[in-house]
């Protein structure tokens, strides 16, 4: 069986820019639906979804502190 899957180590050119895939990052974690940038940028909810799982994994994991000294709260 075959998945029809192709691998290709250059981008396409009809790839999305960076910048938009960069928005659609932002938009994201400004508390925006991944169906809600998708509409606003013109792709596949799906395709944002990759993006900002893409985007999330290159961030390194901060230091989670043995014992917590202080917390504070929002009213």
């Known amino acids: 069986m075959f998945c029809n899957i192709k691998y290709t180590p250059e981008p ?29 940028l013109g792709v596949h909810h799906r395709t944002v979804s990759l993006w900002v799982k893409a985007h999330t ?11 917590v000294e202080k917390v504070e709260r929002d009213e």
């Open 12 to 40: 396409k050119p009809w790839a999305y820019p960076e910048e938009v895939r960069r928005k659609a990052t932002e938009l994201y974690a400004d508390s925006m639906s991944l169906r809600r940038v998708a509409q606003h």
């Open 57 to 67: 994994e290159q961030i390194s994991d901060r230091s989670v502190p043995a014992r």
